[in-house]
């Protein structure tokens, strides 16, 4: 059984404050995991600083971002090799607040999915539709076209092994909706598919998360869904009592379908 993986994206929030107030509990989370891993994803400066409290347990570290380049000058950038060194093991791209206000497009974020993977590091990239987009049930497209820009430049579908990939779509991102969980199915199984359809063998390796909204009073719906493989979590891992309650939860589930 491949373990849930619940990442919690801070986005740009948190401060030594907050993270100093809440440590206790972050390093709680690791007595309640089983069937879970939980990787947090602080904003890169406190990476560092919260990878001591988490060594020796089930917590890991995600960035939020990183650059194509691996050294030189790019003023403000941070590498693959950076973040290696200070312990991060997965990193987010492609998230649609990246796209919208840091204008990267699908070329971009191939080129860093494929670097994160030549340098042993796990990409997150978070593909989805805009409200339009779906309106005009485009959410197919939208999705395929972000998975064949990584397809064109690698040339080589095995690139998606042992990745993430994570179904945010962006209208459900901190609006309080969640997606219909058929339709989250329904892409799902269509992108699996389409994978498939160039190596079957590697889909099992390719972990699947939903992002959106996702909060104790609607997880429910994506539990016990077998092809849902964790989540990309924003505003409620900020409160950290309530993320406690929603791993318990999560967990409960697991424990109960699938030990
Ligand atoms: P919310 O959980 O706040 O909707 O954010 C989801 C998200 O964007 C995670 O990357």
């Known amino acids: 059984m491949k373990k849930f993986l619940i990442t919690a994206n801070w986005k740009l929030n948190g401060s030594y404050n907050f993270i100093n107030k809440n440590i206790d509990l972050i390093k709680k989370i690791n007595d309640y995991l089983h069937f879970c891993h939980i990787s947090l994803a602080p904003p890169y400066v406190y990476l560092n600083y919260i990878n001591q409290f988490i060594k020796n347990t089930s917590i890991s570290l ?13 003023t403000g950038e941070t590498s693959i090799n950076m973040l290696k060194d200070i312990g991060v093991k997965y990193i987010i791209i492609g ?8 204008n990267e497009n699908i070329n971009l974020i191939a080129k860093k999915f494929i670097l994160i993977k030549e340098h042993g590091l796990i990409p997150i990239l978070c593909i989805g539709e ?4 779906k309106k005009y049930k485009l959410t197919e497209k939208i999705c395929i076209n972000q998975i064949n820009s990584i397809l064109k430049l690698s040339n080589n579908v095995n690139i998606f092994e ?8 962006i209208w459900a991102i901190g609006s309080g909706k969640i997606a219909n969980i058929d339709e989250v199915k329904n892409i799902i199984f269509f992108i699996r598919k389409y994978i498939s359809s160039f190596n079957k063998k590697i889909i099992e390796n390719i972990y699947f998360q939903y992002g959106g909204s996702v909060d104790y009073s609607n997880i429910d719906n994506f539990l016990n869904k077998t092809y849902i493989n964790g989540f990309l979590i924003g505003k409620v891992s900020l409160k950290l009592k309530n993320f406690i309650f929603l791993v318990k939860k999560i967990e409960k589930n697991l424990n ?4």
């Open 256 to 259: 109960s379908n699938w030990s």
């Open 62 to 74: 995600t960035a939020q971002n990183v650059d194509i380049h691996l050294k030189g000058s790019f």
């Open 95 to 102: 998230h649609s607040e990246r796209r919208l206000y840091h």
């Open 130 to 133: 805009t409200k339009e987009q």
């Open 162 to 169: 042992n990745t993430i990939i994570a179904y945010e779509p």
